[in-house]
Nanobody, 118 residues
């Protein structure tokens, strides 16, 4: 079974930094990372960084978050700097993977919790 696995979340003070990672487990023949999303309690999931066709950020994180990927490692990253309490959320990565015998499927990670608090 193909899965995206996120890591790097945790508790950080306001103004601090975290780097999230998203890697893939399972047998694939291709992967196209789409980006990172987050969902805060009581709110809808929103995108925070896109990397599929071009790199884009919403105004809420622009200048503070940086998305990148390492194609050799099949891993996507989200560097988060100058974190604010309102960045507190569960962060998810998203990708389209090519799976032998199944074709192309969209997958989501299980989420990693980021808490920004003093």
């Amino acid at each position: 079974q193909v899965q995206l696995v996120e890591s790097g979340g945790g508790l950080v003070q306001p103004g601090g930094s975290l780097r999230l990672s998203c890697s893939v487990s399972g047998s694939i023949f291709s992967i196209s990372f789409r980006g990172w999303y987050r969902q805060a309690p009581g709110k809808q999931r929103e995108f925070v960084a896109r990397i599929s066709s071009d790199i884009m950020y919403p105004d809420s994180v622009k200048g503070r978050f940086t998305i990148s990927r390492d194609n050799a490692k099949n891993t996507m990253y989200l560097q988060m700097d100058s974190l604010k309490p309102e960045d507190t959320a569960v962060y998810y990565c998203n990708a389209v993977v090519g799976v032998p015998g199944q074709g192309y499927i969209e997958v989501w990670g299980q989420g990693t919790l980021v808490t920004v608090s003093s």
